[in-house]
């Protein structure tokens, strides 16, 4: 029997507020400075809920990531879609897509993608994990498919080209770098792996190229 409805939203509301104050914990500590009781006392659930709703301490930390890097996305789908909206030629959006590439300081693009690469590390052995990320994943890849399929309409980028995949192709770029981050290598070849990447990217997108 399914439980009463409003159990599951206070059930809902608490989840939120955990989520929220591990979110603000991580942000401002990091996971190794990840403080559990403060996270309750910031919310005033009891430490029953909490392993109720995560399990335990690194469930929650994993569920916030989760949401810290589905949120990034997002806010970057929806500049990136206003962006192409307004693009007239293949060059502008190609200039928009450039940016954003160029855009991340070493620091902050390293520690999402070392996020990124944890998650996908929990995700092998926890499939509640595995299913966030892929719905957090799939919704992004279509939101960024859809933006594409606007300029596609428009004739800025090729029609040759299934959307879709580029969507997912352009996101693995970015999470790719992460072998430069093991390697802990310096920032100019960091730069240049940008370069070389839209180089790249030009190659898939541009309607000059059209078969």
Known sequence: ???????RQDGLVTM????????TELETHGEAGFDMEAVLTRTGVARSSLYHHFDNKAGLIVAAEIEIIRSSLHE?????????????SFKELFDIV?????????DRGVEVRRSRARLMTAAL???????????AQQSE???????????????VIRK??????????IQGQFFGRILLDLGEENFEIGAQWVETSLIAL??????????
């Not at 029997?1 to 159990?7: G, L």
């Not at 030009?202 to 078969?211: G, I, M, N, T, W």
């Open 202 to 211: 030009e190659a898939v997108l541009s309607p000059e190229l059209q078969k």
């Open 141 to 155: 890849s279509r939101y960024y498919a859809e933006s594409l399929a606007t300029a596609q309409n428009n004739g």
């Open 16 to 23: 939120q507020a955990l989520l929220e104050a591990a979110i």
């Open 160 to 169: 040759d080209i299934d959307i879709l995949a580029v969507s997912y192709w």
């Open 76 to 88: 970057e789908n929806i500049m990136q879609r206003k962006m192409f909206e307004q693009c007239t």
């Open 98 to 106: 450039a940016l954003f590439m160029r855009a991340d300081s070493p």
């Open 1 to 7: 029997m399914a439980p009463p409805k409003n159990k």
């Open 125 to 135: 052995h926890n499939k509640n994990v595995a299913d966030a990320i892929t719905e």
